[in-house]
């Protein structure tokens, strides 16, 4: 690892902000573990830009508007219905 970019105060302050209380030992940890979170987004840096293809074209087929399940249908595999609706268990 590399010079590390964050130093316990920051920490701290990020902590603070967050209204996260950290031990001592916390803090240390938190201010390794950040350091290499920064590594890995510097390495993000390194990762060539691809142009795009213009050539490239929605390969989605266009919606089709079909006939749906009638009411009797759509209702004829339910445990229980009531008035034309699926009936399921009370919540409260």
Not at 5 to 27: G, K, Q, S, T
Request: charged content about 40%.
């Amino acid at each position: 690892m590399s010079e590390t970019p964050v130093d316990a105060e920051e920490v701290e302050h990020v902590a603070e902000l967050a209204r996260v209380d950290l031990a001592e030992d916390e803090v240390d940890a938190f201010t390794t573990q950040f350091a290499e979170i920064l590594e890995y987004f510097e390495a993000l840096d390194e990762v060539p830009e691809v142009d795009s293809e213009p050539e490239l074209v929605n390969v989605m087929r266009e919606d089709e508007v079909t006939e749906g399940l009638d009411q009797e249908e759509a209702l004829r595999n339910a445990e229980e219905t009531e008035d034309g609706f699926f009936k399921g268990p009370r919540v409260s």
